[in-house]
């Protein structure tokens, strides 16, 4: 599975984006998908995660409320709708792909995509 992430730029706080990360190869639906991000000087930090079959979704507690995820597998493609963006969003975002939705360990993720950038003007 290879995985790109786009939908990256700027925008001004309370404005929104929406980030999608297309995979290619057909076992998209075997993996929960992950999307991190990490800010300039920060280590990278989880947001969300959804399931393979999109029932099950976690956020990071900076996130609840504002940011939604979500999967459509005939298009391998998850996304990610981000809402009230706020300087503190600015970021690097990756999207990664796991067995699990609960996956924590780094080497619990099997693919990353490359970084699409996320910048939140005040």
């Known amino acids: 599975v290879q995985l790109q992430a786009f939908g990256g730029g700027l925008v001004q706080a309370g404005g929104s984006l929406r980030l999608s990360c297309a995979a290619s190869?057909?076992?998209?639906?075997?993996?929960?998908m992950h999307w991190f991000r990490q800010a300039p000087g920060e280590e990278r930090e989880f947001v969300t995660a959804i399931n393979w079959s999109g029932v099950t979704t976690t956020y990071a507690d900076s996130v609840k409320g504002r940011f939604t995820i979500s999967r459509d597998n005939a298009k391998n493609t998850v996304y990610l709708q981000m809402n009230t963006l706020n300087p503190g969003d600015t970021a690097v975002y990756y999207c990664?792909?796991?067995?699990?939705?609960?996956?924590?360990?780094?080497?619990?993720?099997?693919?990353w995509g490359k970084g699409t950038l996320v910048t939140v003007s005040s």
């Open positions: 190869g057909r076992t998209f639906g075997d993996y929960a």
């Open positions: 990664a792909a796991a067995r699990s939705v609960a996956a924590v360990r780094s080497d619990s993720f099997e693919y």
